[in-house]
């Protein structure tokens, strides 16, 4: 399955507590059609005093939120947007918004 974001790109919540929030996703699972966004869905997680983390205590910890829930940002109108995909003239794949703004190469030509 063709999934409309990839790691590193800019999303939009669209479902959830974090609807309307934006965050660059971390992660993508494609087997379980999950995403993980910086700084969207925490969980809180005691953590032990260590040399990483002195004082220990309660850290936040970003959860997955399925793919569905998200959507990629439109560079020019800073807004969620659906995708297409359309073939290049050099045989690569490049994914657009629905009002025509590129958003990213999938799959480059190989030379």
């Known amino acids: 399955m063709a999934l409309h974001v990839k790691k590193g790109d800019t ?13 660059r996703v971390l992660h993508v699972y494609p087997d379980d059609s999950m995403v993980v ?9 005691h953590v032990r005093p260590s040399r990483r983390n002195p004082q220990g205590g309660r850290i936040g910890i ?4 399925h793919i569905s829930n998200v ?15 359309q073939d290049t003239a050099e045989g690569g794949k490049k994914r657009v918004a629905t009002d025509g703004t590129e958003i990213g190469t999938i799959k480059k030509t190989k030379k």
């Open 11 to 23: 999303v939009e919540i669209i479902a959830g507590d974090g609807k309307g929030n934006t965050g």
């Open 37 to 45: 966004v910086q700084g969207q869905n925490l969980a809180k997680k």
């Open 62 to 65: 970003e959860q997955p939120i």
């Open 71 to 85: 959507l990629p940002v439109n560079p020019k109108t800073s807004k969620g947007t659906r995708v297409r995909y």
